[in-house]
């Protein structure tokens, strides 16, 4: 790492290092994407939206990047708008839209980029909404979808270890996902005084992330909020 000024830190990157970003269908994945770019990173875009399994996702990334990848960056579920609904309230219909199809999408993921790294190693990044981290009561099949793919997120972490994939799980705040207001009320405000934006602060951090220097840590969830939420 190198100290920039008194207080930046940034990653020194690999230029062989070929990023595949998954959910480039929509702006928050495009976002994510661009600030890799700016951070030295080379990146494919994946527009994963009509992929349904993981042969599929793998067979995506492959065609994007013959030459292969070693790490996988996966912004779709912040592609996902909450749906407003007491649990009481949530129908079928909505809970099968809301929890069980993005379940079964960070499913075929995560087998999608197993399937391409499991060769050689490398590194996966899921990016979720840090509503995770709350009771969320209005929105609970959004967010029980959230935690259970970071829960997938951990166990492949721990399966997948000896074939050298390391997988850590990003936590930013839920405005970047949707304009509709569902953070918990009482909530702190960010201790560096603003909200992250996806391009100029998260993707950053994701690039450090990446760094094959942390290879070392796996099945971390971290917090890029600003300090709204200080996990342990």
């Keep these: 790492y190198q100290l920039i000024g008194r207080h930046r830190f940034t990653s020194m990157p ?3 290092l070929a990023v595949a970003v998954l959910g480039a269908g929509a702006n928050t994945g495009l976002a994510v994407a661009s600030g890799l770019r700016q951070s ?3 990146v494919v875009e994946i527009d994963d ?3 349904d399994s ?9 065609d994007a990047s013959p030459g292969g ?12 708008s909450p749906a407003i609904c007491t649990l009481a309230r949530t129908d079928a219909e909505t809970w099968l839209r809301q929890a069980e199809v993005p379940l079964r999408r960070a499913l075929h993921v995560l087998q999608g980029a197993h399937a391409c790294l499991r060769d050689n190693g490398g590194r996966i990044v899921v990016l979720l ?40 799980s990003v936590l930013v705040p839920v405005s970047l996902t949707t304009d509709t207001a569902v953070d918990r009320p009482g909530l702190q405000p960010p201790a560096l005084g603003r909200p992250p934006t996806l391009e100029s602060d998260i993707a950053p951090a994701v690039a450090a992330l990446l760094d094959e220097r942390l290879d070392v840590v796996t099945g971390l969830t971290v917090a890029v909020d600003g300090g709204i939420w200080m996990t342990s």
């Design 40 to 42: 030295g990173q080379q």
């Design 129 to 168: 909404p840090s509503l995770v981290m709350s009771d969320a009561a209005e929105v609970v099949a959004w967010a029980s979808a959230a935690e259970g793919y970071r829960s997938l997120a951990k166990a492949a972490a721990r399966a997948w270890g000896g074939d050298g994939i390391v997988i850590k």
């Design 69 to 80: 990848v070693t790490a996988v960056v996966d912004a779709g579920f912040l592609a996902t």
């Design 14 to 16: 690999n230029p062989d």
């Design 49 to 51: 939206r009509a992929l």
């Design 54 to 62: 993981g042969a599929a996702i793998a067979a995506a990334i492959r």
